[in-house]
Nanobody, 118 residues
Framework: QVQLVESGGGLVQAGGSLRLSCAASGRTFSTYAMGWFRQAPGKEREFVAS????????AYADSVKGRFTIARDNAKNMVYLQMNSLKPEDTAIYSC???????????WGQGTQVTVSS
């Protein structure tokens, strides 16, 4: 069982930056790939970024490539999403998930709201 808690969301102007954090419980954190997902009002949840258990491989949605960076610290059971050059269309609830690489996560956090104003 893995419990996930996100933080770091908020309101930012377009062009600004935010860093999301996801704290995980459990001793097996490093065995899970971690991902960030987002859901905007009235839209389906979509993949944002993922990182393997070792941190050696990452993947991004085309819409965030070059602007967002995913990273993890297995010693601290943390995964991060650095978001730069934010756009109004990045507004969504961002959730982290733990599971297999590029698969639907087994475990989800409750999400954190990111709002980008124009």
């Amino acid at each position: 069982q893995v419990q996930l808690v996100e933080s770091g969301g908020g309101l930012v102007q377009a062009g600004g930056s935010l860093r999301l954090s996801c704290a995980a419980s459990g001793r097996t954190f490093s065995t899970y790939a971690m991902g960030w997902f987002r859901q905007a009002p009235g839209k389906e949840r979509e993949f944002v970024a993922s990182i393997t258990g070792s941190g050696g491989r990452v993947a991004y949605a085309d819409s965030v490539k070059g602007r967002f960076t995913i990273a993890r610290d297995n010693a601290k059971n943390m995964v991060y999403l650095q978001m730069n050059s934010l756009k109004p269309e990045d507004t969504a609830i961002y959730s982290c998930g733990a599971g297999a690489w590029l698969a639907t996560p087994y475990y989800w956090g409750q999400g954190t709201q990111v709002t980008v104003s124009s």
